[in-house]
């Protein structure tokens, strides 16, 4: 199916991703259900415009593959959640502690880890399920 390559800036209008296409992708179904472990129909890849983002292992440049429908936080991994104002998205960390998850780093956190956050008050907006690395 079409994969739409939504624009690079993460704006969010009434704390969901705008998902307007700026281009499309073709990837099998089979790579994005067994490879990525993503649903086709709720996929959408975007661009990394931002330097920094090395603690989630991204560089400006590369494409991350996103499931919108991952709409809560339930295991270990990278996840785009609204911002409290509901106009950009941020990047979150998520890794398992003591058999509880817990944000490790959030992007542009001077912090790395936002004490103020907790995995079961954010709006989740998905998951990244894959880190596309143009060669």
Known sequence: PPIPEIAAPLAVHAKAIDLTPRAFWTLPRQVLEIG??????TTVIKRVVTRGGSEFGLSRGDYVLIDTSRGRIDEPGM????DPDGISARRILVAEKEGNLH?????????????????????VLGRVMGIIKPS
């Open 103 to 123: 944000i490790v780093a959030v992007a542009d956190d001077a912090q790395r880890a936002n004490p103020t956050l907790s995995v079961d008050n954010l709006t």
């Open 36 to 41: 990525f472990n993503a649903v086709p129909e």
């Open 79 to 82: 996840y785009l959640i609204a």
